[in-house]
């Protein structure tokens, strides 16, 4: 049989106190070890699985004050999570940056965005990050993507790691605005005929690979408007033209 559903203007504006509630269920998740479950279905698991839930905390955080200590609580503890031997056990050291460019980035986004958060260790996160981020702005001014891992190298993994660049520079004072505006150059040079990075490229050559997809082409989209907010404005333009449909009166995303 076929079930046919459909919806109009469905929307869901959860509250804090909803988003608290759902961290709160995600707390105890991780307690019984979802991380490491995670870990099991495929290799960003474990990070992926920590740093969104810190992120998640550096928001309501910054949203609400009666949420503050226990944000910085628990994205701190998100962060050490990821930032550690078992954090970093997936991603070999020896790349173009230490443990790769998808490491890094998401590493050093979280870390950015939890020294946002009024009452952090600004002066110990902003030591670790540029531990993270300097390696990421020396190599960029050599290659215009990083590797994921040795030989390997997806073009939405880099832009995380240069909104953290921006992001650093916003929060603490700008250190790297000529090596990002220079990255910016260079990654509009590899646009395809779409307007868009491609999905994965070759490491040496920068030969595209796969092609754009919409999963690391929305992706880019977020990420890509702290870096540079007009190129990010364009970026996203393209992202919708090719990638957003509307069928049945549904309005979704097609990867192809």
């Known amino acids: 049989g076929v079930v046919v559903f459909g919806y109009s203007r469905l929307r869901y504006y ?3 106190e909803t988003v608290r509630a759902q961290l709160g269920f995600l707390r105890k998740e991780l307690d019984r070890g979802s991380a490491s479950k995670m870990q099991e279905l495929f290799p960003e698991g474990y990070l992926f699985n920590h740093v969104l839930y810190g992120l998640a905390w550096t928001e309501l955080a ?3 004050q009666r949420w503050r200590v226990d944000g910085l609580a628990e994205a701190s503890t998100a962060l050490s999570m ?10 070999p050291a020896d790349q173009d940056v230490p443990h790769g460019g998808f490491y890094t980035g998401w590493t050093a986004w979280l870390a950015v965005k939890l020294s946002g958060v009024p009452g952090a260790e600004r002066d110990s996160l902003r030591a670790r990050l540029v531990e993270l981020l300097d390696p990421v702005a020396e190599q960029i001014e050599n290659r215009v993507f990083l590797e994921a891992y040795p ?3 997806w073009p939405c993994d880099t832009v995380v790691a240069l909104a953290a ?3 650093f520079d916003r929060v603490y004072g700008v250190r790297y605005a ?3 505006a220079s990255w910016v150059r260079a990654a509009q040079a590899q646009l395809t005929a779409e307007g868009l990075l491609p999905h994965r490229v070759e490491p040496e050559t920068l030969a595209v690979l796969e092609s754009p997809r919409a999963t690391s082409s929305t992706l880019i989209s977020r990420f890509l408007s702290v870096v540079d907010e007009d190129f990010g404005r ?8 090719h990638f957003l449909t509307r069928r049945l009166g549904l309005t979704g995303v097609a990867e192809y």
Do not use: M, N
């Open 14 to 16: 959860p509250t804090t």
């Open 62 to 64: 910054q949203a609400e």
């Open 82 to 91: 990821i930032d550690s031997p078992r954090g970093r056990e997936t991603f």
């Open 151 to 153: 030989g390997a190298v």
């Open 165 to 167: 660049l921006a992001e």
């Open 178 to 180: 000529a090596v990002i």
């Open 234 to 241: 364009g970026y996203y333009q393209s992202t919708a033209e």
